[in-house]
């Protein structure tokens, strides 16, 4: 790493941090907004679009593909080349998006939208999270600051569903998307003006962009995402097949790219950092066990009890809320960052283990509540705790890449978990596939939590060295 990667960020005024904090705490709450909207939608949107087959899981899975194959590389362009130009970029980029979305006359033309706005809010998330980084140095500020930003994460997702449905009860389905338009609109011409020009200009390690590694990284992470949405219908069918084939050649070429490069997009040196390891490796199982399980958990209640978009998404604000509410008072538990992870993998471990039976014919509803009350209180400490390892785990001017790698991890994730939700309805039928979800849910948190523990203790004896 170069030098200024190591060197401490300066300190903005009281007036331009809390700018700092409006514009960049909106960035989770309206991205989070486009990426539940459709989940509850469905239905009526692939309908009166038109899409068959794999149609509304493109539908539902584009805006994952156009993040996870985005997010590493927006990240190291906001670093290099100037965070306030890309968040802005990317605002407009998902105003535009929802535009289009809005507008769509067919299936493709909408996924196409979906992948932009997909793009458009890696780039608002890793610029912002840079932003905050050099914003808020490290210390109780800081903490406080990542705790506000999950929370926002929380509350995205809690007003999502509920603002998709009750507009397209309301009205129709494409209400939601004309509505973040015109919300991107206003942040864009907020962020311009209260994020400081100091986070216009990049850094100083301006050498030749890394061509090679985006190209491999961005086509790598598309194919994969390919093979795990099209693998929904058929998980030996060419296409699957040939996608995997294709995604373990291109990341595989990343790798070794990275690996020869003088200025990389991703420092394989940042492998052998154990808080990196935590900061990546437990969004990664996140995205798998938590998001992945809890985004296929509407689709489920819906086609097992026929319960309506609007009572859905109630339903899924207990989650979402509780995690909006955790997450905001996660600076009360004075702990490391692993530490607060941890915990929250445990008791999001408990809150899944009462949604057994949950798609069967005689639900508890009141144990349903609970439940997802209880994983939403565990969400809220992961979510804060994995934004401020996103910006520790990395040098401080690399914190965009940082928040790229975390992101790149979470989404990656969810497509798999959604994935294998899939696969497990098909193969085993609904109400078994849910408690076998329920079950290696549980399990895959319980079991990260350790090892979140066992790395920060690495981590620490790393730094006492």
């Known amino acids: 790493m170069a030098s200024p990667s190591t060197l401490a960020p300066p300190v903005d005024p009281p007036r331009t941090a809390r700018g700092v904090a409006v514009s960049v705490c909106a ?60 968040y802005l970029a990317g605002t407009w980029v998902l105003a535009l998006s929802a ?59 809690a007003t999502g569903p509920l603002l998709s449905g009750g507009l397209t009860a309301l009205w129709n389905w494409r209400g939601v998307h004309f509505t973040i338009a015109a919300a991107s609109v206003v942040l864009a011409v907020m962020a311009a003006r209260l994020l400081p020009a100091a986070d216009e200009g990049g850094t100083a390690r301006r050498s030749a962009p890394d061509v090679p590694g985006a190209l491999t990284l961005a086509l790598g992470a598309t194919a994969l995402l390919i093979a795990i949405t099209e693998g929904r219908s058929g998980w030996v069918r060419p296409v699957v097949i040939a996608s995997l084939v294709v995604a373990v050649a291109l990341l595989t070429a990343f790798v070794l790219i990275e690996r020869r490069r003088r200025a990389p997009l991703l420092d394989p040196a940042l492998w052998r950092r154990p808080l990196f390891l935590v900061s990546t490796g437990g969004t990664l199982v996140i ?14 209640l819906q086609l097992a009890h ?10 899924l604000s207990m989650w979402s809320g509780m995690s909006f509410l955790t997450a905001l008072q996660s600076r009360r538990l004075r702990v490391r960052p692993a530490v607060l992870l941890a915990i929250g993998l445990l008791i999001a471990a408990a809150g899944a283990l009462p949604l057994l039976g949950a798609a069967g014919p005689a639900p508890s509803w009141p144990r349903i509540a609970l439940a997802l009350a209880v994983s939403g209180a565990g969400s809220g400490l992961i979510n804060a705790a994995v934004t401020h390892l996103a910006i520790e785990s990395v040098p401080a001017a690399r914190a965009s890449m940082g928040a790229g790698a ?10 798999i978990g959604v994935a294998a939700m899939n696969a497990l309805t098909g193969t085993l039928g609904l109400a078994t596939a849910m408690n076998t979800g329920v079950i290696a849910t549980a399990a895959i948190a319980a079991l990260a939590a350790p090892a979140a523990l066992a790395l920060s203790r690495a981590a620490s004896s790393a730094q006492a060295s």
């Open 287 to 300: 995205g798998v066990a938590v998001i992945g399980f809890m985004s296929y958990l509407p689709t489920a």
């Open 99 to 157: 535009l289009v979305s809005a507008l769509a006359v067919n299936a493709p033309m909408f996924v196409a939208a979906r992948l932009a706005a997909g793009a458009a809010s890696a780039a608002m998330l890793a610029a912002g999270l840079g932003i905050l980084g050099r914003a808020y140095p490290a210390g109780p500020r800081r903490a406080a600051m990542t705790g506000r930003y999950g929370a926002m994460l929380g509350l995205g997702i």
């Open 306 to 315: 026929g319960i309506s978009a609007p009572t859905t998404a109630l339903l």
């Open 27 to 86: 960035a989770p709450l309206i991205t989070m907004v486009a990426y539940t909207a459709p989940m509850v939608t469905i239905p009526e949107s692939g309908a009166d679009l038109a899409a068959t087959g794999s149609g509304p899981a493109w539908m539902l899975n584009a805006i994952s593909l156009g993040l996870a194959a985005t997010f590493l590389v927006v990240g190291v362009l906001a670093d290099d080349y100037g965070r306030r130009r890309v």
């Open 406 to 415: 975390n992101n790149t991890a979470r989404y990656v994730g969810a497509a």
